[in-house]
């Protein structure tokens, strides 16, 4: 995988759209987690990652920004300061998208998506630990990082057509873990 500062680096070239489309994706393909074992409103999480797609998609600027982010914020504190790092890094994917959304220089832009490529890493792996004792579990590291990989280059070369092609599929391995959870 590429280093952090490897797809900071490469995410610069990216158009705002893009960049942001690729970090809505790192956080939507972990809400589901946050639907299941979160203690916050899932709702608030999974209607801010619509707002972002539906921008994505040449629709109206996000309404309450500086509300929903500190909303958000209060949601990855909690769980961090619970001890549940997993949780607060899913609702912290969520904020690196917003905050990717609300960047208009190309690096700061870049740097909230790198860190959402990261935190999505972090979440694999910590995944991969919970269904570390599971009969022949799924790799959830090695198909989170085959999705990165794919999704970099697809947001750099501008070839990913929509929604779905980007999510490409989601995230098969998380019933797995809710259900270990």
Known sequence: MDSFEDN???LQIADHRSAVALAAACAERTLRLYAELGSGDAGVLM???EDL???VDGREELQDVDSRRELVEEYADAHYDEGD???GHVVTTVLEALDAYVARKPETVA???ARALETNAEIAEECDGMLSDAVAP?????HEERWRLTAIR??????WMDRA?????GSPWLPAVIAVA
Do not use: K, R
């Open 8 to 10: 900071q680096e490469q």
């Open 47 to 49: 209607q801010l990652v």
């Open 53 to 55: 797609w539906a921008w």
């Open 85 to 87: 790092d997993l949780l």
């Open 111 to 113: 740097l909230h998506v």
């Open 138 to 142: 799924p790799s959830v590291t090695a």
């Open 154 to 159: 697809q947001t750099l070369q501008g070839t």
């Open 165 to 169: 092609t980007l999510l490409d599929g």
